[in-house]
Every structure is written in C-alpha cells, then in structure tokens.
C-alpha cells in the first residue's frame, strides 16, 4: 500500500507536474527543459542512495529512515509547489477528451506508444541484468558497483543533451538516433570481450543511450498534440514504460533460465531497440515529406 499505490500515485502526480508545467514555462525550449525535469527525476535516485547509506551507517534502521525521507520530502515538496505558476493555456479540444481516447486512435499516438515501450524494455531488461552479466564475465565487484554509478550518471547526462538535441534536429531524429545509439551499445555486450574498463565503458554508453527515453517522448508528444494536451495525453503514452518495467527485466531472466547465458537477452533488447529506432526514422522522413510538399505548394 505505501510504496507500491501511494508512493506511486505520488510519484506520477510529481513527475505529471514537473514535466507539464516548465514546459509551458518555456515553449521554445521543450527538449532542453524537459530533459533538466527528468534529469532532476534521475538524478535524485543517486543522491539519495548516498544519503540513505550515511544515514543507515549511523545506526538508523530502515523503517526510521524511510519516516526521515517521507517527512523531509513532504516539507520539501509543499514548499515548492507554491512557487509553481500554471501558465494559462488554450481550452483542451473536447474531441481529445480523456473519456473518448480519441487521440489513442491517431497513428503517432501508437507510434509514441510502442516506441517508448521498446525503447524502456530494452533498457530495463539489461539495467534488471547488467550487474550479473559483468559478473560471469568476473568483473570484479568493485567495478561492478562503480558500473551501476557510472550507468545512473549517464543516464542523468543523457537526458539532458537529448533533450538540447532535440530543440534542434527534432524529436523524431533525436528518438531514432538514440535508440539506435543504445541498440548497438547494447548489442556491443555480445561483441565486445567484457573486461573492467570496457564494462563500465559500455555501462556509460547504454545509460546515455537509454536517458533519451524519458525525455524525447515528451517532446514529441507536446509537439504533435499541443503543449496544453501534454499533460492529458502523455500520461497515457508513458503506460508504455510501466508495461516494459515488468516484461523488459522478466524476459531477460526467462530467456537465462531457458539458455543459462545472457546472450539471448542481450540479442533481445537489442534488436527492440532498434525496431524502435526504424519506427521513428519512418516518423521522420514522413515528417521531412509533408515539410517539402508544403513548400512546393
């Protein structure tokens, strides 16, 4: 009941706001922006696995700590919102209302769907493996943990050069460059002997890559529906990641306990990944298209 539906609920209502609102804050920049949010969003899993590890080498147990956080979060969430100012924004469409899904029958709606699943799936499925697939290639546990550190930074980085990308070359080539970006570092795990230092290379690599996810949907969805849709529709496109949390790390376990490696697994979320990249290649060159024939027009 605590973590899994309040924190949760709370959680969505928190990452809604903190992506909606600053994006109509600042309209001309929506990839930059909303990849400082999600990036803050990231970023506050590794302070906070610091903090909590000082506070329970103090002694604290884990039921004190977790009443420290949620007091301390409380106040500090309170405090902030009232400095949250809502643009004001044109009427929503009545056609895209909630209760009709109309926009969940547009073909960029299921695009922005599938695109955001494949893309997480991958990415989860190996963040879910990553730790045991350096160990059978007996990297040592140090860097196994420096590893996970160094995937959370460049996650965190990722989100916000993505996001600055986007602003310039479009949400659509940004999505495909970056799912392929994380398809070949993650498909350079099959190719590339694992030692220590190529480990935590391809560690990097496939953070950076898998950051995107968080931040071009976004854009993308605000560009094609409207900044005062983003908050009503994008809620429904990031079901997508929810749905990959769970089959992405399950399928990678499955797929080891059939064929005893990793290999398969790996094969797996690379090859979703870039069936998410072909998606939206496809997405931009017919973007490219209309934009020429409205020109010649």
Same mark, same amino acid.
């Given at each position: 009941?605590?973590?899994?539906?309040?924190?949760?609920?709370?959680?969505?209502?928190?990452?809604?706001?903190?992506?909606?609102?600053?994006?109509?804050?600042?309209?001309?920049?929506?990839?930059?922006?909303?990849?400082?949010?999600?990036?803050?969003?990231?970023?506050?899993?590794?302070?906070?696995?610091?903090?909590?590890?000082?506070?329970?080498?103090?002694?604290?147990?884990?039921?004190?700590?977790?009443?420290?956080?949620?007091?301390?979060?409380?106040?500090?969430?309170?405090?902030?919102?009232?400095?949250?100012?809502?643009?004001?924004?044109?009427?929503?469409?009545?056609?895209?209302?909630?209760?009709?899904?109309?926009?969940?029958?547009?073909?960029?709606?299921?695009?922005?769907?599938?695109?955001?699943?494949?893309?997480?799936?991958?990415?989860?499925?190996?963040?879910?493996?990553?730790?045991? *697939? @350096? +160990?059978?290639? !007996?990297?040592?546990?140090?860097? &196994?943990?420096?590893? #996970? $550190?160094?995937? =959370?930074?460049?996650?965190?980085?990722?989100?916000?050069?993505?996001?600055?990308?986007?602003?310039? *070359? @479009? +949400?659509?080539? !940004?999505?495909?460059?970056?799912? &392929?970006?994380?398809? #070949? $570092?993650?498909? =350079?795990?099959?190719?590339?002997?694992?030692?220590?230092?190529?480990?935590?290379?391809?560690?990097?690599?496939?953070?950076?890559?898998?950051?995107?996810?968080?931040? &071009?949907?976004?854009?993308?969805?605000?560009?094609?529906?409207?900044?005062?849709?983003?908050?009503?529709?994008?809620?429904?496109?990031?079901?997508?990641?929810?749905?990959?949390?769970?089959?992405?790390?399950?399928?990678?376990?499955?797929?080891?306990?059939?064929?005893?490696?990793?290999?398969?697994?790996?094969?797996?979320?690379?090859?979703?990944?870039?069936?998410?990249?072909?998606?939206?290649?496809?997405?931009?060159?017919?973007?490219?298209?209309?934009?020429?024939?409205?020109?010649?027009?």
């Amino acid at each position: 009941m605590g973590i899994g539906i309040l924190a949760g609920v709370s959680t969505g209502f928190g990452y809604w706001v903190s992506l909606t609102s600053p994006v109509q804050w600042f309209p001309g920049k929506k990839g930059l922006i909303t990849g400082i949010a999600a990036a803050g969003f990231g970023l506050g899993a590794v302070f906070m696995s610091e903090i909590s590890e000082t506070v329970l080498l103090k002694g604290y147990s884990v039921l004190q700590l977790i009443r420290i956080v949620g007091i301390v979060y409380s106040i500090i969430i309170l405090i902030m919102s009232v400095l949250i100012n809502q643009v004001q924004t044109q009427p929503v469409d009545k056609e895209l209302n909630t209760k009709k899904l109309a926009f969940a029958q547009t073909p960029i709606f299921k695009k922005l769907f599938l695109g955001i699943f494949l893309g997480t799936f991958a990415g989860l499925l190996i963040i879910g493996n990553i730790r045991i *697939i @350096g +160990a059978q290639q !007996s990297i040592s546990d140090h860097t &196994l943990v420096v590893g #996970i $550190s160094l995937f =959370a930074v460049a996650n965190f980085a990722g989100r916000l050069i993505w996001g600055f990308l986007s602003d310039h *070359i @479009g +949400a659509s080539l !940004s999505v495909f460059l970056a799912l &392929l970006f994380q398809s #070949i $570092s993650i498909i =350079a795990l099959n190719i590339i002997d694992l030692y220590d230092s190529t480990y935590l290379v391809l560690s990097i690599l496939i953070g950076f890559g898998f950051g995107g996810n968080f931040v &071009l949907f976004a854009k993308e969805t605000a560009q094609v529906f409207g900044l005062e849709r983003l908050g009503i529709i994008y809620p429904y496109v990031f079901i997508g990641y929810a749905i990959a949390g769970i089959v992405g790390p399950l399928s990678g376990g499955v797929l080891y306990n059939i064929t005893g490696a990793y290999f398969w697994g790996i094969s797996l979320a690379g090859f979703m990944s870039l069936l998410g990249s072909l998606l939206f290649l496809n997405q931009f060159m017919k973007e490219r298209k209309n934009t020429i024939i409205e020109k010649l027009v």
